[in-house]
T-cell receptor, first 113, second 114 residues
Framework: KQEVTQIPAALSVPEGENLVLNCSFT??????LQWFRQDPGKGLTSLLL?????REQTSGRLNASLDKSSGRSTLYIAASQPGDSATYLC????????????FGSGTQLTVLP | NAGVTQTPKFQVLKTGQSMTLQCAQD?????MYWYRQDPGMGLRLIYY???????DKGEVPNGYNVSRLNKREFSLRLESAAPSQTSVYFC?????????????FGEGSRLTVL
């Protein structure tokens, strides 16, 4: 069974810092990995999708990397801003399935002005 | 651009009452999903529909039923609500399977069962 772990559960940083969020998964036979953002009281918004053949994906100040062999992904946020404050979740397909996603519990990020 | 629309946004039920959560997407997606999100438990899949006319159980299907009414709409029904079903429910959709492409979420439906 695929298990997804995100550490730390919460992170607080001053504005302007570069930061890294971590995601680990137990079954490396994945089709892709997705990073989502969730604002309080809102749904999830997809940030980045990394296909299994890719090593990284970039969007603006966000960069996500994927190391399938070690079962790890990182989300790098450059020059953090208060507007980046949200919960960030990673998700991968469960073992042997391309139809669903298994989610981590998320990292709650607070960027202090 | 509506994307995924869920109704209602908030609902309070008494134990034993029934209700249906509605979901519609306007992106011509084949696959649709219902998740619940609980503190400390993360997002858990209740049911999904890989294509029109098909539905499959997810991780926590007990106490729920679903209907894929057409390609756009996927409803979730609670036949006899229980306090353990107090949660935030999210509908999502993807062009093909969620494990192969981007997943789009609705804003959520907050359900309280007394």
């Amino acid at each position: 069974k695929q298990e997804v772990t995100q550490i730390p559960a919460a992170l607080s940083v001053p504005e302007g810092e570069n930061l890294v969020l971590n995601c680990s998964f137990t079954d490396s036979a994945i089709y892709n990995l997705q990073w989502f953002r969730q604002d309080p009281g809102k749904g999830l918004t997809s940030l980045l999708l990394i296909q299994s053949s890719q090593r990284e994906q970039t969007s603006g100040r966000l960069n996500a990397s994927l190391d399938k062999s070690s079962g790890r992904s990182t989300l790098y946020i450059a020059a953090s801003q208060p507007g980046d404050s949200a919960t960030y979740l990673c998700a991968v397909p469960p073992s042997g399935s391309a139809r669903q996603l298994t989610f981590g519990s998320g990292t709650q990020l607070t960027v202090l002005p | 651009n509506a994307g995924v629309t869920q109704t209602p946004k908030f609902q309070v039920l008494k134990t034993g009452q029934s209700m249906t959560l509605q979901c519609a997407q306007d992106m011509n997606h084949n696959s649709m999903y219902w998740y619940r999100q609980d503190p400390g438990m993360g997002l858990r899949l209740i049911y999904y529909s890989a294509s029109e006319g098909t539905t499959d159980k997810g991780e926590v299907p007990n106490g729920y039923n679903v209907s894929r009414l057409n390609k756009r709409e996927f409803s979730l029904r609670l036949e006899s609500a229980a306090p353990s079903q107090t949660s935030v429910y999210f509908c999502a959709s993807s062009l093909e399977g969620a494990g192969t492409g981007e997943l789009f979420f609705g804003e959520g439906s907050r359900l309280t069962v007394l």
